[in-house]
């Protein structure tokens, strides 16, 4: 199965405020507009964002089935971008591999904040995950990634990531993960050694060009870095799901307002 969703966001006519400009799903890819209920977290506690989140239509993707999503939040928008639940990455029926490409785009002034849900590698999946961010120099963004090494009690599929994020005509940050029976040496001390959850919270804020938060290890499993250019990573492993979302939310809050919640 092929899949493409596209979602781009505003600053409203009148100046205030944030709207969904452009708003397409496909198959398995559901994009649904919500209202905040209250000030947005993550945002200095706005009420005028574009707010969506992102539903699976569809199990999977399952080996052999390729979705993409292209995000654009536009010049002086802010756009709140969460999933509904995690996302199950299956074999297939037949071998091949599954692949997801996210292109984002964040222009002069605008806000990203990109929430997802984490990412299962089933058992005897192989899949490939592919996000390329683009920011302006004033863009300011935070996301969150999480990756689970299969269900409870089960080895884990094979699984590639990269997350390329580029700021002007700079890049910022370049990861790569690799976990799974195809790759030597994923599962030694340097890399994952044997946890079962790995992930991490890229933030970037024009504000930190002059300063920026330290480097702190704040955890033997985690630990706030710097990058060259004003943002800052927080990693972390952990044996299960709850204890990597909680080493991650510990990183947050080290950011201060408006990163902290």
């Not at 009420?47 to 390729?66: E, F, K, Y």
């Not at 990269?162 to 599962?187: C, E, K, P, S, V």
């Not at 790995?198 to 499993?221: E, N, Q, Y």
Request: net charge positive; hydrophobic share 45%; proline share 8%.
């Amino acid at each position: 199965m092929t899949a493409r969703a596209v979602l781009a966001s505003e600053l409203a006519a009148n100046g205030r405020g944030s709207r969904v400009r452009t708003l397409r799903s496909d198959g398995p890819l559901v994009l649904r507009p919500c209202h905040p209920k209250g000030p947005e977290p993550l945002t200095d506690r706005r009420h005028d964002v574009a707010r969506v989140a992102l539903a699976a239509g569809t199990a999977g993707p399952l080996g052999g089935d390729s979705y993409a999503l292209d995000v654009q939040v536009g010049a002086g928008s802010t756009l709140v971008l969460t999933e509904i639940s995690a996302m199950l990455v299956l074999p297939g029926p037949r071998e091949g591999q599954s692949r997801m490409s996210i292109t984002v785009r964040v222009d002069d002034g605008a806000t990203f904040v990109w929430w997802p849900q984490p990412i299962i590698a089933a058992r005897r999946c192989d899949h490939r995950h592919d996000v390329r961010i683009t920011l302006a120099e004033s863009a300011r963004m935070i996301l969150r990634e999480e990756m689970l090494l299969g269900r409870h009690g089960e080895a884990p599929g094979d699984f590639s990531g990269r997350l390329r994020i580029t700021r002007g005509r700079a890049a910022l940050y370049d990861q790569q993960l690799r976990f799974g029976q195809a790759w030597d040496g994923w599962n030694g001390a340097a890399v994952l050694g044997d946890a079962a959850a790995v992930g991490s919270i890229v933030a970037v804020d024009p504000c930190w060009t002059d300063m920026r938060p330290p480097a702190l290890p704040f955890h033997k499993d985690a630990a706030l870095m710097p990058l060259a250019g004003p943002g800052v990573a927080i990693g972390a492993v952990a044996p299960d799901s709850l204890a990597l979302r909680h080493l991650l939310t510990r990183g947050l809050h080290q950011l201060g307002p408006p990163w902290a919640i």
